[in-house]
């Protein structure tokens, strides 16, 4: 506390839209299993958007979902 002056910091918390790690994790690996993003959306127990807009900010998952389909078909 002496570094604060006596005065104690808050402590922080992370904004309840962002993704934890292992959330980031399992998004590609439910995209590649053939798992719809919505479906991942209730798994995870977050909205559909947070969900939607982790895959659009994130290049190499909807990479790993290209790959997928093409070794699927």
Not at 25 to 43: F, N, T
Request: proline share 3%; hydrophobic share 45%.
């Amino acid at each position: 506390m002496a570094r604060t002056c006596g005065i104690r910091p808050r402590k922080r918390k992370r904004d309840a839209s962002v993704l934890s790690l292992a959330e980031r994790a399992e998004i590609p690996r439910g995209l590649v299993s053939g798992i719809s993003i919505r479906a991942l959306a209730v798994l995870l127990g977050r909205a559909t958007s947070i969900v939607s807009r982790e895959v659009k900010r994130n290049e190499i998952a909807a990479e790993i979902v290209r790959k997928a389909n093409c070794w699927v078909a």
